[in-house]
């Protein structure tokens, strides 16, 4: 079983949509991420959860909002997307914050 | 906020060869990991290191901190096709937040 998993592994958008990313983990983790990677490889950290409260928000837009049903599953909600929102966004989850991280395999959205 | 920055930015070796990648840091650290990514993949964690401690092996791959000089060495050693990813860095700040370096692109030629 994959231990993080996220779907969809490819999105392709236009301007202005607003689309979900969902994402899993079976690790029994206490703690889930999002993050961005932008086309030079830079990893940057968009939100941190632990158990189901944010913790810690970056400077990211407000169009952009985690959601955490449950301490498994943390989907990234991006509203009114905008050329400049194309990257890889990496779900990951560790069992405690800044602790080991397990990434699932990451979803490339394109905004055209 | 700090940010690790590996060096060199790209390492094309032999197989079979050893390759060595170097991350500095600016603030204080609690740990710092080493991961790997292969293309299109999502990343892997390789080794942690605490502060406290100098050195750390794990199979063919070597970790060393250097905690007054702000900077950790990966070292792989025999290396392989399959060593072939992109090496990142990271370190946690005072939140336990982990800040990631721009990363070294290893090419591993057969």
């Known amino acids: 079983d994959t231990a993080v998993s996220q779907t969809p592994k490819y999105l392709v958008t236009q301007m202005g949509n607003d689309k979900s990313i969902k994402c899993e983990q079976n690790?029994?983790?206490?703690?889930m991420y999002w993050y961005k990677q932008d086309s030079k490889k830079f990893l940057k950290i968009m939100f941190s959860?632990?158990?189901?409260?944010?913790?810690i928000n970056e400077t990211v837009p407000n169009r952009f909002s985690p959601k955490s049903p449950d301490k498994a599953h943390l989907n990234l909600h991006i509203n009114s997307l905008e050329l400049g929102d194309s990257a890889v966004y990496f779900c990951a989850s560790s069992q405690v914050l800044g602790g080991e991280a397990f990434f699932g395999q990451g979803t490339r959205l394109t905004v055209v | 906020s700090q940010q690790g920055e590996e060096d060199p930015q790209a390492l094309s070796i032999q197989e079979g060869e050893n390759a060595t990648m170097n991350c500095s840091y600016k603030t204080s650290i609690n740990n710092l990991q080493w991961y790997r990514q292969n293309s299109g993949r999502g990343l892997v964690h390789l080794i942690l290191?605490?502060?406290n401690e100098r050195e750390k092996h794990s199979g063919r791959l070597r970790v060393t901190l250097d905690t007054s000089k702000k900077s950790s060495s990966l070292l792989i050693t025999a290396s392989r096709a399959a060593d072939t990813a992109s090496y990142f860095c990271?370190?946690?700040?005072?939140?336990?937040?982990?800040?990631w370096g721009a990363g070294t692109k290893l090419i591993i030629k057969p």
């Open positions: 690790l029994g983790h206490d703690t």
């Open positions: 290191i605490r502060s």
């Open positions: 959860y632990n158990n189901k409260e944010l913790i």
């Open positions: 990271a370190t946690d700040d005072s939140n336990y937040q982990l800040i």
